[in-house]
């Protein structure tokens, strides 16, 4: 049973430190609404640019804002 619970801990903890890694490399990733067009389209079925993005498409990583608020959040204490 120990076993199991370890290997499970490890693959959150590699699965954790790998998202943590494309985040630093790109922070960049497709927004959520609009998957990346630009648009969504509203109910009566015309296109509207995607106010989440700004239509720009993309969107800040969320693991990315984690990891610039602890940033932040270091630098703002070791003033």
Known sequence: M???VLLASLTI???ALCYLAVCV?????RCRRCHGRR??????????DCRRCDGTGVQVRLGRRLI???????RAGHQ
């Open 2 to 4: 120990t076993t199991i």
């Open 25 to 29: 490399v790109s922070p960049w990733g």
């Open 13 to 15: 903890l590699g699965y």
């Open 39 to 48: 648009y969504h389209r509203t109910a009566i079925g015309t296109r509207r």
């Open 68 to 74: 610039n608020y602890i940033r932040t959040e270091y």
